[in-house]
């Protein structure tokens, strides 16, 4: 009871969420952990007596979610973005988790502004909209005037939201090291790497700081674009609590009736977005990674603006490429281009993985594009099937890896459904080809011979350090390797024969070098012109190099 008391502070809390995972069908994942006890004698009667509609597991996790509040569809929202932490089937029904939550008052609004900077909401600016124009589980957003006229967005945070969370994902945490102890087939998943991961991920939303640097180097990204428009970030306006940005004046992505109505070039719009992630991807190496219609605006002149910068995701030169070869072995139809992409990522977990399976798998998904042409090909959905196999596989995605993955599973998705005829594949080709000519280019190619030689130097320099190390563990015993072989005793005399070898060898060197060190002594005895020791320890060397090289012969000789 006091490991429970000192896990999980707010007992009440904890309470409620068991109860709601009860009566949403989950009854038989608390009484595998554990934790029936806690469940009312009156609720389960009445579970017994009721008859409950078979409903799908991953509908009844997001109407769960959806109960259990803020924090809960926060967490749905981040795996709705993550298909390789959860299956494909749960990640699409996450998708529909939308944030119901009721806005705060106006004046917890005016309360937090003026605790965050000194001065009233009236001193600041000209003018403030009581009503939010959205609201979420995090924060809530108002339209304002500043001082000198300009029109911005003020995000607010809710009030004690960060206190509400972190009681949240305290229990989360609890849950996870209960089901993983527990329940096998679900420990694969990592529960409680999840829930650490959408902890980290929480940090950063709640302070709004690190998304206004994000905001403020998408902005520097883009400065000059005839085609993208970032919001300025006023950083007299912005603390952790409150984020102020310009507001643009346009249309969410997904309202393509009033987009029409304004007639902007919807076909436009959506080609200006594409290029744009791109960019964002292959040229800037810093992406928009929660690319919803409703973070996407267009604007006059066929322009397309993002907001919300709070989840981005970061592509390094080896992510590039390697989206680059995922992207060809797609195109291809080449299995062992995927497979060694995947692999190469350094995704391998733990556990072992069925290589010849992962390639039946991915063969089955990429072969019906054999017959299609590349025009054809519906990226989004292969991407998506690849991710659910690595999953399956338990191969570990870098989750930047994921968010490219699943931002271009969304936007192609966005396109499709309101422009069938939309092609990925030859909206993505310019950029692909740029990248491709800079792969091919004698500067991309010194640049990266110079950061191998700079890798290999630095492999050279710390090699001794890393070396005494492993020594003194192997001294210490503290070395632990796991052999599996149907003959030891056919791997001890390889060792054996291998030690010898070594031996050998160590004693070759030791009598040339005496013999080099003998070799300027002016006293004693000399054949043919040579001190008689240095002349000793040189033969004996000439003949145990002949024993060595006659034993290696004779050992390839019997594998023949």
Do not use: C
């Not at 009312?40 to 009445?46: D, E, Q, V, Y």
């Not at 062992?336 to 977990?349: F, K, Y």
């Not at 939309?422 to 991309?444: C, D, H, N, Q």
């Amino acid at each position: 009871m006091f490991h429970f008391v000192k896990e999980v502070r707010d007992i009440k809390r904890f309470n409620q969420i068991l109860l709601v995972l009860f009566e949403e069908g989950f009854g038989f994942l608390i009484a595998k952990v554990g934790l029936s006890h806690h469940i009312p004698l009156t609720k389960k009667l009445k579970s017994k007596l009721e008859k409950r509609e078979w409903q799908k597991p991953e509908v009844m996790l997001r109407r769960t979610l959806e109960r259990l509040g803020p924090t809960f569809i926060k967490l749905g929202q981040v795996l709705s973005v993550r298909p390789d932490l959860v299956p494909k089937e749960y990640s699409k029904e996450l998708e529909k988790l939308q944030d119901k939550v009721p806005e705060f008052s106006f004046n917890e609004v005016k309360d937090i502004i003026k605790m965050e900077f000194g001065k009233s909401i009236e001193h600041l600016f000209l003018h403030f909209e009581r009503k939010p124009i959205a609201s979420a589980s995090i924060s809530q957003v108002h339209k304002a005037v500043l001082k000198n006229g300009e029109k911005v967005a003020v995000k607010v945070q809710r009030p004690n939201v960060k206190h509400t969370m972190e009681t949240d994902i305290e229990i989360m945490f609890y849950f996870a090291k209960m089901i993983e102890r527990y329940m096998e087939k679900i420990r694969r998943f990592k529960p409680t790497r999840i829930v650490q991961e959408f902890k980290e991920w929480t940090e950063k939303e709640l302070d709004f700081r690190i998304e206004a640097r994000n905001a403020k180097r998408f902005y520097y990204n883009f400065k000059g674009s005839k085609t993208v428009k970032i919001p300025k970030v006023y950083d007299e306006l912005t603390s952790e609590k409150v984020l102020t940005m310009e507001f643009m004046e346009g249309i969410e992505l997904n309202n393509v009736k009033e987009i029409k109505k304004r007639k902007l070039n919807f076909n436009l719009i959506l080609k200006n977005g594409f290029d744009a992630i791109m960019h964002q991807v292959f040229v800037n190496g810093i992406f928009h990674a929660d690319p919803h219609p409703g973070n996407i605006i267009a604007l006059k002149g066929n322009l397309i603006s993002f907001v919300d910068f709070g989840i981005v995701g970061y592509f390094d030169e080896r992510l590039k490429n390697k989206s680059i070869d995922l992207l060809y072995g797609i195109v291809e139809q080449d299995e062992e281009v995927i497979i060694e992409t995947l692999v190469s990522l350094g995704m391998e977990s733990n556990m072992k993985i069925d290589y010849e399976q992962l390639k039946s798998d991915i063969r089955f998904i990429i072969q019906p594009l054999q017959h299609s042409s590349m025009k054809d090909i519906k990226v989004s959905r292969v991407l998506e099937e690849i991710l659910d196999s690595a999953l399956r596989h338990n191969l570990r995605v870098p989750a930047s890896f994921v968010l490219l993955g699943k931002t271009i599973i969304t936007l192609e998705g966005v396109a499709i459904e309101y422009d069938p005829n939309f092609k990925l594949i030859e909206t993505a080709k310019p950029f692909v080809e740029e990248v491709v000519a800079k792969r091919k280019s004698p500067f991309y190619i010194w640049k990266n011979f110079v950061h191998g030689m700079n890798r290999y130097r630095k492999f050279a320099e710390e090699f001794p350090e890393k070396a005494e190390k492993a020594l003194d563990k192997i001294q210490s015993g503290t070395i632990k390797v796991d052999i599996e072989d149907t003959d030891i005793k056919k791997l001890a005399l390889e060792i054996d024969r291998s030690s010898n070898r070594v031996a050998y060898g160590l004693l070759i060197a030791a009598l040339l070098i005496t013999s080099a060190l003998l070799i300027n002594i002016e006293k004693g005895p000399r054949v043919i012109g040579i001190p008689f020791l240095s002349f000793f320890s040189f033969v004996f060397a000439s003949v145990f190099v002949f024993v060595l090289f006659m034993s290696i012969v004779r050992e390839k000789f019997r594998h023949w």
